[in-house]
């Protein structure tokens, strides 16, 4: 009978402390936020607390249920961390294609670095230069011609030229 209840009380315990996987989720997104400093901790409610007079710190009843905010972050602290991660629509489609083979941004392999091409082109150049990604060319940047992308639209290469000029130094 003592072993029964010693089990079920243990499962009760068990039982009031486990949390949903939502509720960790929750807990574990607030405690992220408040350690990257996106948020205050969330303060301790005057009714579920006991002040010590001597260090003014509000601690929690031990009856009282732990209430877990979700802190979310800032709009502009969004904003910031998506500009900093946010690619070009020019830079995507050429990471999917087969530029890469030949070209780099800062280095000559093939064919003439991004940023050598920004250098020597202006934006009034943009319909110019997309029309010689679809159908190819040579003699500009050397002997070795570059092979032409048919299947490519306008739109989606003037894109990719419209990136490669904003890395004009």
Not at 19 to 39: F, I, N, Y
Not at 161 to 169: N, T
Request: net charge neutral; with cysteine; proline share 7%.
């Amino acid at each position: 009978m003592k072993k029964s209840i010693l089990f079920l009380g243990c499962l009760a315990l068990t039982w009031a402390s486990c949390h949903s996987p939502e509720e960790r989720a929750a807990m574990k997104a607030s405690a992220d936020s408040v350690k990257l400093g996106l948020t205050a901790p969330a303060p301790v409610a005057e009714d579920s607390a006991v002040t010590d007079s001597t260090t003014k710190m509000a601690e929690p009843k031990t009856d009282a249920p732990v209430v877990v905010a979700v802190a979310t972050p800032e709009p502009a602290v969004k904003a910031v961390a998506t500009a900093a991660t946010a690619e070009l629509p020019g830079e995507a489609l050429l990471k999917k294609s087969d530029c890469l083979a030949c070209h780099n941004i800062k280095t000559k392999i093939v064919g003439p670095a991004y940023v050598n091409v920004a250098a020597k082109y202006t934006a009034a150049d943009i319909d110019h230069l997309a029309d010689k990604i679809i159908a190819g060319g040579g003699g500009v940047w050397g002997e070795v011609p570059m092979s032409p992308h048919p299947t490519l639209s306008k739109s989606d290469a003037k894109e990719m030229v419209k990136y490669i000029l904003s890395l004009k130094k």
